[in-house]
């Protein structure tokens, strides 16, 4: 302690002294008349009073000893260096953090659709801007806390929206194929669609930044094909298909939903002749006549085209007939649930 901290102790516990010793002076006084009168004293609060006044009075005269040993030493209570005492060097401040070592995006609850949870944060791209990444946890996923669930990835098609701000309906659909045990429970993920490129719903924007951190904020099976997969509904149906095409080692297959693909695009994405044959649904409701002639279009370029392109496994679904667009969307989205639950558990050879 410095010199004027001992100081300002010290006479704080002296004054603490003198005030018992005049609490011991009163007291005594008050016994001795009760002794006049014959009375039975009671001196053990005086002795009581007497014997702190003793030891704030051996205190007070520490401090001030204490105080006085001090005096050669500044007020900050740093030690002057000396021969006998080497001087001590501060300990170097630490760097602040880099970049790279920053905290992890934080997902924040932003509602409750279809009896899940969604969540929301902004995740860092690979130029320094933020990206919204929305994140649906199934019903009852917090009842088991060592499940991990497979994840489907849904591309938005909409430049600086996801794919549930345009088809707010779309986790019925999965909600829906979980109720009915017609697939495993998901964890979908919606990234925001890329801001400032010509093809919005390109699979490589900022990719691995999305899964780090869905992989380390969520219980989700590795990042991989044995438990990722993509959906894609309208507009976003040739982005879920371009992600499967391109990447079948990060997507075990993918699914699109009443979309409307160009073939001439698409098939070249499957040109590269290594890895595992990619596996893809396209689905569209009976009447929808433009929607199953573009996905009849996109299978024959990819029976002709180059690489791993002949080697994808495609299946057109037609069945699903309803009395509203919402009600086929419905179960368009429960038959790709169903079809991707279904293909993850049983990978590609």
């Known amino acids: 302690m410095s010199r004027p901290v001992l100081l300002a102790s010290a006479a704080v516990v002296l004054a603490a002294g003198c005030w018992l010793a005049r609490e011991a002076l009163g007291r005594w006084r008050e016994e001795r008349g009760a002794l006049a009168y014959e009375l039975v004293a009671e001196m053990r609060p005086v002795v009581l009073r007497l014997g702190g006044a003793l030891l704030c009075g051996l205190g007070a005269t520490s401090l001030a000893v204490a105080a006085l040993l001090t005096g050669d030493q500044p007020a900050g209570g740093t030690r002057r260096p000396s021969a006998e005492s080497p001087a001590v060097l501060p300990t170097p401040e630490k760097p602040p953090p880099s970049p790279s070592a ?13 009896e899940g949870e969604l969540l929301e944060a902004a995740v860092p791209g690979a130029d320094g801007s933020p990206r919204a990444v929305r994140v649906w946890l199934p019903p009852h996923y917090a009842d088991e806390p060592s499940a991990r669930y497979p994840v489907l990835v849904l591309p938005g098609a909409t430049p600086g929206r ?50 780090t951190a869905v992989a380390g904020a969520f219980r989700t099976l590795p990042p991989g094909p044995q438990g990722w997969a993509a959906l894609g509904v309208a507009a ?54 433009d929607g199953l002639a573009a996905a009849h279009r996109l299978t024959d370029a990819l029976r002709t085209g180059r690489g791993r392109a002949p080697r994808t496994q495609v299946r057109i679904s037609d069945a699903v007939l309803d009395y509203t667009p919402e009600r086929e969307r419905l179960r368009l989205v429960r038959l790709a649930a169903q079809y991707l639950s279904d293909t993850l558990a049983h990978p590609a050879p």
């Open 162 to 211: 996801t794919a549930d701000a345009e088809l707010p309906d779309v986790f019925d659909g999965l909600a829906s194929a979980i109720k009915l045990g017609r697939a495993r429970p998901f964890v979908a993920v919606a990234p925001a669609a890329p801001i400032g490129t010509a093809q919005p719903c390109d699979p490589m924007a900022d990719q691995d930044r999305i899964r």
């Open 102 to 114: 920053a905290a992890a995006p934080r997902f924040t609850g932003v509602g409750h659709p279809a």
């Open 236 to 289: 976003g149906a040739p982005c879920a298909v371009a992600a499967e095409l391109t990447h079948p080692e990060l997507y075990g297959a993918a699914a699109g939903v009443s979309g409307r693909y160009d073939a001439a695009a698409l098939s070249p994405a499957a040109g590269a002749p290594s890895g595992p044959a990619p596996r893809v649904l396209l689905a569209a409701a009976k009447d929808d006549a």
